[in-house]
């Protein structure tokens, strides 16, 4: 196991060096420079670029670059809000988009699983046929919309939840977005559960445990649940990523101060820096959540660890 | 399942019911921003919410009325030499920053020399050398001499000394232009780089204080500063900005009472039009597509460029398509920002140059006709580059549909670039047509004027005119400068000379669609320098 | 039992004859025992999938929405691009159903000083014009605009999950038959591939590059085909021991030809099913690409920019955003369906989704 943990630990390291590179090398690709704006004239452009060492030679920059991002220094915003760290930007938006990303996929795992379960249990009948419907919109219309009509009914003609994000009010102005961004890990849930709980309730072992008497709540949750629960597990990870794609319109249509709605605002501005900066944030977190499911799922099932010992 | 639904209802009600009626404490102005502040720095902020907001606690030596003419603030009196070169403000005794220094000139001249020090690169540098005319200041921007050899002298701690080269007929107006209010130097050295990062590095000097801020903040307030000056005038109890970028919510949570006034998109007009609330608000933007007339041989023909511009239906793209209150335009500068000595805005008579640019489609046809005859063609292909901001989106296509079926041969393509790209590709000629925009700095026409003179970065097009630069140049720095009705009258000619030769292809001026809710009043809207002011808000 | 046989025929010992060694329909050549197997094996796979409704109904609903895709824009007189800006904003009004009050081009506007009920086809003298799906802001046609966005978003789909497959097939048959240092190069650089969130890539990718549809499918392709050379890979490492390998190398087959003429074909299956899954990724992300502005340039459309352009007019006039969600959510549904029903057939092991 430790020998598996260490492998995956040296490629995750691999994999952000490599991405490091990988966006230097679109930095230096990106259309325009950070300070073409109309009124600057080329001296002042100058000063800006040696101020920032934009003017050192690539190789130079290079090095400095990936120093300072290990460091977690990203340098500063040119744009979005000129001359202030990045990490500054990010030191408080970061929980926020954390939290309600939390909170979405909490709520999203959570109702799938239910919604699996009746389609499952229910298997054939009405209920399946609801929960089947379900699931299918929740993947089939993307999540901007559900978060304009949520806003447009839950918010604006119910006013039961503020429409824009209230930092007094963070509980209640967070239930909309998490609710429009847990409708795509709400509905893959629920297919899966239902696939993987109809394979399990017609096992071999289940009937045994039928056969033994064991019955109800117990025979569901104790037996079956459980052994559909790790694949339902390792769908979650990849899910929990997709989430950051959803968050970045979400946030921006609910006002949210997080991370999103910054790489939205630094990708319109052109603030290529924030760009990077976030892009790196994101593919380490990406990384992290990676690893953790990978070393989670040796932990759990000993038949992958042992397989993946053997590779 | 029946029970789950229940409890979600059930802690959704609780939830719901738990947030506090937001207790309306006196008068608090809730306003939206479109886009957050860019930065408090007041020499390095470029763009109208930065200003706006820096306007909100900080007071120039001048301040905007209604109207946008200039009158004291900082400054309670000043005095002009005869030659209107030098002018000499006294600071009133009363006005200090929220740490209890005294605001001095020293101040002032501090701000100054850090917009002009070249290691700033301050974007609006040239407020104080080409617009502003103060002495050294050219000079300092090109690193030709020190920051101390700036033309603003303390005399003493409240009287500061002016410098100009030249005569500036609105020197005065320049004064509430953020890149010259005031920095207190020992704060500003105490707090280093983080300077305007935080409520803790701001300082003000103005109406209200900055309570809760962080950079790029999607919400942020102000409250009112007791220590202000004017401060039993100043009836609002605090500001609450608000930014959403998307309109529908921006609309929505006005009606909900939640925000007090809101731009309004041009979808949403319709809903809004008939409300007593609404009302549209010129913002002195001119919009212009820009044809590249040195490098495209066809684009050099004034018959094509004549036909391209009597092709557009101005008052179409306006009314029907951004129906926020923009403005068509047929003159090179746009109305209603510049006021001349009569009193009267400087582009009021939009036929003037009828007879150089309309919404006239069989002009068009004919120019057209003549243009591809002289060129010996039938068919002509043209790139357009346009921002991918939305409103370019939004008039690219109309204009793409519009030129394409007025003038038969002619294919225009969009190329959509991120607007830094945009801009570049502009100023280095590679481009053939540029959707493009200018927002005024100041009250007169120059601000727009002073683009097309040869050599200029934002003359795009790269024309180039002697008579043209020979107006200018009388009317900056030469004798007109001391002759405001002569002036007027070359300003004009020169404009003749950029619509004669289809320089640019003018739009719309643009305005803003908003909702300002009824029990508010006395909300300022300029089209240049600060968008709104609050000072003189009541609400209830 | 059709005859009973006869004690006298029992009697007498049959003669076999040379006829009788004679393969029965040999008309010159051998049917080779791979070619029965597979045939027989895709006919299951074809029964077992329309033995499933809802996969039908999914393959069903694709052929309808693309054959839209394909004709609908040429189905009235308006084009994509064509603007009339009199006619703006017209609710749909359908020639046939307007008798019925419904679909007659009235709509209720919801103002914030009350709402009214209005017919603009009347209100403007416009009672010979039909827009079936409605007019947009700039009195474009809907109906056809959402069929040309429709055409786009199933081209930069199928271009980009297309081009996916090869290059992901390829990649994953390649590493999984040489396995050794060749293998474990080639997946440390998959590993690292798939470590760049792919969201990350295609921003960046739409930033550096100039926009347009190649920019949109390119860089769709460089991050969906991980996901596919992981499935090649895992399919070669379970055929490649069996026996038929085997026998094709004895027999001196080269490398490559056993790669994809004897093993390719064996592994098609799974691959299509996971392009099924593919494709309504692919027009998801391009949705979402239009939403942040980075997707296709105007005036040109795809489903997603078409979602977004109605996303502003939600409040005003909601009719203008319902086609383009509708075809999307039918396309997302239909892929969907069709995906597991394909794998059901194709592993008939699996129980049925």
Known sequence: ?311 | MKKFIALVMALAMALSMGIPAMAAEGAELSVMVETPVMSLDPQIATDGTSFEVIADYTDGLTQMDAEGGAIPAIAESWDISDDGTVYTFHLRDDAVWSNGDPVTAADFVFGWQRAVDPANASEYSYMLSDIGQVVNAAEIIAGEKDVSELGAKAIDDKTLEVTLNVPVSYFLSLMYFPTYYPVNQAFYESVGDTFGTSPETVLSNGAFIMDTYEPAATAFHLTKNPDYYDADKIQLAGLSYQVIQDSQQALMSFQTGALDTVLVGGEQVEQVKDDPQFLTVGAGYLWYVSPNIKDVPELANLNIRMALTYAINRADIAESVLMDGSIPTYTAVPLQFATGPDGSDFSADQTMFADYCADDAAKAAEYWAKGLEELGIDSLELDMIVDADDEPQKVAPVLKEQWETTLPGLTVNLTIEPKKQRVEDMQNGDFELGLTRWGPDYADPMTYLGMWITDNANNYGFWSSADYDAIIADCTTGELCTDPEGRWAALYDAEELVMADAVIFPLYTKANAEMISSAVTGIEHHPCALNRVFKNVVKG | MAKTKTPAMAAVPYVPVAEDFVLKNASGELALDANFASQSFWKDVIIRFFRKKSAVIGMVLIIIITLMAIVGPGMNAYTYSGQTLTQKNLAPRVAALEKFGIFDGSETMRTTTGSKTVNNYIEKGLEDVYYWFGSDNFGRDIWTRTWSGTRVSLIIAAAATLIDMIIGMSYGLISGYFGGKVDMLMQRFLEIMNGIPRLVIVTLLLLVLEPGMLTIIFALMLTEWVGMSRIARAEMLKLKEQEFVLASRTLGAGKFFIIFKEILPNIIGPIITQVMFSIPTAIFTEAFLSFVGLGIPVPRCSLGSLISEGYNSFTTHPFQIIPPVVVMALLMFSFNLVADGLREALDPKMKEM
């Open chain 1, 1 to 311: 196991m430790k020998k598996y943990t260490l492998k995956r630990l040296l490629t995750s390291l691999f994999t952000l060096l490599a991405i490091l590179l990988v966006l230097f090398i679109l930095m230096q690709l990106m259309p325009g420079s950070p300070f073409n704006d109309e009124k600057l004239n080329d001296d002042q452009r100058a000063v800006l670029y040696a101020k920032y060492g934009l003017d050192q030679p690539v190789l130079v920059q290079f090095f400095r670059y990936v120093g300072n991002m290990l460091k977690g220094d990203y340098g500063v915003s040119y744009n979005i809000s000129k001359n202030t760290p990045i990490s500054q930007l990010i030191q408080t938006r970061l929980p926020i988009s954390i939290g309600i990303g939390g909170a979405a996929v909490a709520l999203g795992a959570l109702m799938g699983l239910i919604l699996g379960l009746i389609a499952a249990l229910k298997h054939g009948t009405f209920w399946d046929t609801i929960a089947t419907i379900i699931s299918v919109i929740g993947v089939s219309v993307p999540s901007y919309v559900f978060a304009l009509g949520l806003s447009y009914t839950l918010g604006f003609r119910m006013q039961w939840f503020p429409m824009l994000y209230n930092a007094q009010l963070a509980t209640q102005s967070s239930v909309l977005p998490s609710i429009a961004l847990s409708m795509f890990t709400m509905a893959s849930i629920a297919r899966f559960t239902r696939t993987e709980m109809l394979e399990v309730l017609d096992s071999d072992y289940m009937l045994l445990a039928e056969s033994k008497g064991i019955s109800g709540p117990a025979l569901i949750f104790r037996h079956a649940l459980r052994n559909a629960l790790i694949p339902i597990i390792t769908v979650l990870a990849p899910l929990i990523v997709d989430l950051m794609t959803g968050s970045l319109v979400v946030e921006k249509i609910f006002a949210i101060p997080g991370v999103g709605s910054l790489l939205v605002n630094a990708i319109q501005s052109n603030d290529y820096n924030v760009v990077i900066s976030l892009s790196f944030i994101y593919s380490a977190m990406y990384i992290a959540i990676m690893l953790v499911v990978d070393i989670l799922y040796g932990v759990i099932d000993p038949r992958i660890r042992l397989a993946k010992e053997g590779d």
